[in-house]
């Protein structure tokens, strides 16, 4: 498709919204450390001359507030990314993704952790869309029919070498090569199993948490995850009765978001431990990666489960190393884009761990299930113990919504990273001057 293309064609502009969702006044999304989230989106669209009508679209997502300073960062990388050759980009987004790490007086804010880092990812998940988008194919697909060797070309192995190196890196992917054309039959066949949070959220009440639940098992799910870590004599009862709905030996994880000190979620397991949590997420400091080895120790069987808030590849790295996680969540949006989380896959692979990404908040869903099927074609090989998150927010306002049939994402099938929104969503819901918000602030 791209030898149609003019090779003169040029990134033109890095327009970059600010969208946000009052889901705060329903208690959507609401956990332990998040009592009144408006979900959020600092959305990228990456334009062209190439006269094709091709954008691509990625966001960063945030919980309000933090929108302003989400968009200011990612306008501030324009400058790296504007007048660009976008054959040359979309040709090698490995280099592209390397190139947005290294300005010198941006990197002081991180290096490659928190707002600057998520900014890079949305530019360079929207520099995947518009390639995708190109070739004509779902992201899933278009790196799940790379080659191995194109592949280890798009992960930056600085800091990685002493647990993950490009050879080993080549070595997963050619072990997973026999089988792709299966596991993409498999995909479009049936899809990729997925998990609901949508019973769970703190804010609900008993009642609505059991009538949710319920939902969750007629609705094919094989697993569900409630929000825990406010009040323990709450979590029990709520626990109790989401146990009581769901039955024995249906998987309930269990999110603190981070809420406590490592002793503290050595207790709490520990009182919730006779309903049988499957995994707790986020028990500590995203940061603690010893905190999380010694939680792991101390509640097994039950697993210890982090990622959403993981800052880069190195923290993963570490969390590995360290025997501190049995599941690896990566976000499509906290890290440096889809290149980082190949690397991330990559080493999750190399130490045997399932991937069951963070999802939910605006766009996360759609986003990330190009990533687990990818894993299943191309890298792990496998679904087994892997489920994406799920959530039931928001979705409408996506022009390639994430679909769900029995407790599976079927594959998306339009080309691109499905995070392209609807502009009247994006019009009405424009912050502060969008009408959905004019009429509140
Ligand atoms: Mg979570």
């Known amino acids: 498709m791209s030898s149609i293309l003019p090779s003169s ?14 889901t705060s006044e329903h208690l959507d999304g609401s956990d332990a450390m998040n009592p009144e989230p408006d979900y959020s989106a600092a959305y990228v669209v990456l334009r062209t001359d190439a006269g094709d009508g091709l954008e691509g679209h990625a966001l960063a997502f945030t919980t309000g507030r933090g929108n302003d300073v989400q968009a200011a960062a990612i306008a501030a990388l324009a400058p790296h990314v504007v007048g660009l050759s976008v054959e040359e980009v979309c040709a090698d987004l490995g280099s592209f993704s390397r190139s947005l790490v290294h300005d010198p007086q941006l990197r002081w804010l ?9 900014a890079t990812g949305a530019v360079v998940n929207a520099a995947w869309d518009l390639a995708a988008k190109r070739a004509g194919k779902p992201v899933w697909r278009f790196l799940g029919e790379m080659s191995p060797e194109e592949l280890v070309a798009q992960v930056d192995f600085r800091w990685l070498s002493d647990a993950l190196t490009p050879e080993e890196a080549l070595d997963i992917l050619r072990r997973a090569e026999s089988g792709r054309a299966l596991r993409i039959g498999h995909l479009l066949d049936k899809g990729y199993p997925a998990y609901t949070t949508t019973p769970g959220w703190l ?21 569900i995850k409630l929000k825990v870590g406010a009040s323990l004599e709450d979590d029990i009862r709520r626990m109790r009765t989401a146990r009581e709905t ?36 986020e028990p500590t400091s995203p940061d603690d990666i010893l905190g999380h080895a010694a939680v792991r120790r101390a509640v097994g069987p039950i697993k210890v489960a982090t990622g959403e808030h993981i800052a ?11 025997g ?7 976000d499509s949006a906290r890290v440096g884009g889809v290149n980082e989380n190949i ?22 869903c759609e986003m990330v299930q190009h990533l687990s099927m990818f894993d299943y074609v191309a890298v792990s090989g496998t679904i087994e113990d892997r489920v994406i998150e799920y959530v039931d927010h928001l ?3 996506f022009v390639d919504p994430v679909r769900i049939t029995d407790g599976h994402y079927l594959a998306p099938a339009l080309p691109g990273l499905s995070a392209q929104m609807h502009p009247d969503s994006v019009k009405e819901y424009a912050y502060p001057d969008g009408p959905v918000w004019a009429a509140r602030v």
């Open 9 to 22: 064609a040029r990134i033109t502009a890095l327009d970059v919204l600010d969208v946000r969702f009052p």
């Open 395 to 397: 979705h409408e306002h």
């Open 203 to 223: 804010g609900y009440s008993d009642e609505k948490l059991a009538r949710l639940a319920r939902e969750a098992v007629a609705d094919g799910f094989t697993q």
């Open 324 to 330: 501190a996680v049995d599941i690896v969540q990566i």
């Open 312 to 322: 880069n590849r190195v923290v993963f790295k570490q969390l590995l190393q360290a």
């Open 343 to 364: 690397a991330i896959l990559l080493l999750a692979a190399k130490f045997g761990i399932p991937v069951c990404p963070h999802a939910g908040g605006v766009g996360l």
């Open 246 to 281: 769901v039955g024995e030996g249906f998987r309930i994880a269990v999110d603190a978001n981070q809420r406590w000190d490592v002793q503290d979620a050595i207790d709490w397991m520990r009182a919730l431990a006779p309903y049988d949590p499957y995994w707790i997420e």
């Open 110 to 118: 991180g290096p490659e952790k928190g707002v600057i880092h998520m």
